[in-house]
Every structure is written in structure tokens, then in C-alpha cells.
């Protein structure tokens, strides 16, 4: 899938309210009391076109169920094997992350959101937990993903975009700039402690 076709698939979405009702309605959310968020994530993504997985740990603040923001943290879960000087290596990756999610759309069971992650960290060649090379990186993944929420704390998502990824092509050569597909589980931390509050 072509960058341009999934960016514009996303600005598309963000298009339907003008600039400044979006605006306003980010800024509206952070009036009503914040509740505490607590995402686990799973990232089908490609590193020099093979197929990856990624694991991922946030927690953070959902503010009137429109505008989430927080910190986490993301690592390659497959076991993903390069070469490096002719040797075998395993590519590493942990990036820790800070996440901003926008709802435009709500109803009783759904939730369609645009979440945009910033992610900072180090990607090594490892052989025997010894590093071969290593080299920061930065990345910037603007998605879109749908949720059902069900039995009022729990969610379900599936969603699609796309990584950028900067870092030292000299060190590490793989390509993991590419698009990502999301699946994912939430736990509202806040209605559950909200729900205990009043018994």
C-alpha cells in the first residue's frame, strides 16, 4: 500500500470538520476530568518487506472519550535475523513513545479514532546479545483505527497507517519505514475505578 493512499485516506477523515471545530473540540475535551487509559498493542508492519510483529505497552489519560494522550513503549516481538558483515544478526528495536488519539466519531458500542505516535529509541544488530551496530532512531506513525467497546471497560480495535522512520541507514540497512496494521485491546482503567468509587 502506497504512502500517499493511506495519508490521504486520513486527512480525508480529518477534513470533515474544519480546522478550527477540531481544534475547539480537542481543547473542549481537556475540560471535562481526565480517567486513566490503559492500551496493549499488536503491529503487523514489514521490515525490508518481510512481514513483522510489534508489541506495545501505554497508559495514559482519556479525556471525555475524544482526545487521548499518554506515554508507552513499542518493541519488535518477532524474532526478525539480517546480515551483518556477512555474519547472522537479530534485529532489536524498543522505542519508548508519546501518543496523542483524536475520536470523530462516537456512538454507544463504536469509537473511530486518529491516533498519531511519536517514538524515539535504538535499533541494533545483536548476535549472541552481543551489539553489532546500533544507531537511534525516530519515528512518527499517523493512523486510523475502529473500536467496540463492550461490557462498558473493555475495547477491541483493528486499524491501518504508516510508519516514518529516521535513523542511520550506514549502521543498520534494513528498510523500516512502511505501513502498519493495528490490533488492539484496551482496558478503561478510569470506569473501573469510577465504578468502584461509588459502591
Known amino acids: 500500500m502506497k504512502v500517499n493512499y493511506i495519508l490521504l485516506i486520513i486527512f480525508s477523515v480529518l477534513n470533515l470538520s474544519t480546522k478550527s471545530q477540531l481544534l475547539d473540540s480537542i481543547q473542549n475535551s481537556f475540560t471535562y476530568k ?3 487509559l490503559l492500551k496493549l498493542d499488536a503491529r503487523n508492519s514489514f521490515i525490508s518487506d518481510n512481514s513483522v510483529k510489534y508489541g506495545g505497552l501505554k497508559i495514559g489519560l482519556n479525556y471525555n472519550r ?3 494522550i499518554g506515554i508507552g513503549a513499542s518493541w519488535i516481538t518477532s ?3 539480517s546480515k551483518h558483515n556477512e555474519e547472522d544478526v ?6 519508548f513513545l508519546t501518543f496523542i ?3 470523530f466519531y462516537k ?3 463504536w469509537y473511530a479514532n486518529i491516533p498519531v505516535q511519536l517514538g524515539f529509541g535504538e535499533l541494533k544488530y545483536t548476535n549472541n546479545k552481543e551489539v553489532k551496530a546500533n544507531t537511534f532512531i525516530f519515528t512518527y506513525e499517523p493512523a486510523m483505527t475502529v473500536e467496540y467497546r463492550f461490557l462498558k471497560i473493555f475495547g477491541l480495535g ?5 510508519r516514518f522512520a529516521v535513523y542511520s541507514k550506514q549502521d543498520i540497512t534494513e528498510k523500516l519505514s512502511a505501513p502498519i496494521y493495528i490490533l488492539r485491546f484496551k482496558l478503561h482503567l478510569g470506569d473501573i475505578i469510577s465504578k468502584n468509587k461509588k459502591k
Open 34 to 36: 481526565p480517567k486513566l
Open 66 to 68: 475524544t482526545t487521548k
Open 79 to 81: 524474532n526478525y535475523i
Open 90 to 95: 537479530k534485529l532489536e528495536n524498543i522505542n
Open 101 to 103: 488519539e483524536y475520536t
Open 107 to 109: 456512538s454507544k458500542h
Open 158 to 162: 483493528f486499524g491501518f497507517g504508516y
